[in-house]
Nanobody, 127 residues
């Protein structure tokens, strides 16, 4: 059974940076897409970005493009979300998700298509 565990959340001032980690276990992830989503209070869970585990190709939501970067470290079965130039509107619970990927990484932006989810980690950006 695939398990995902996020870490690295916390409180940061606007303009600051934070790096989230997602440790994956219980599967062979070479054919997976690993996504990041976030959910602010009172809002729906939204797509942040995703990465192809094998190729390392990425796809981002427009709202975070050029500020956030997703990477993976295959030896550690870990995916990272580097967040720079943080804004108060980035405040949310951030979730890692995984699914098998068969097409271009840009296909995998819908939360309903992901099969496995972590428990989430809180990110709070103060103004």
């Amino acid at each position: 059974q695939v398990q995902l565990v996020e870490s690295g959340g916390g409180l940061v001032q606007a303009g600051g940076s934070l790096r989230l980690s997602c440790a994956a276990s219980g599967g062979t992830f070479s054919m997976y897409a690993m996504g990041w989503f976030r959910q602010a209070p009172g809002k729906e869970r939204e797509f942040v970005g995703t990465i192809s585990w094998s190729a390392g190709s990425t796809y981002y939501a427009d709202s975070v493009k050029a500020r956030f970067t997703i990477s993976r470290e295959q030896a550690k079965n870990t995916v990272y979300l580097q967040m720079n130039s943080l804004k108060p509107e980035d405040t949310a619970v951030y979730y890692c998700a995984a699914r098998r990927a068969y097409y271009s990484i840009s296909y995998y932006y819908k939360k309903a298509s992901y099969d496995y989810w972590g428990q989430g980690t809180q990110v709070t950006v103060s103004s």
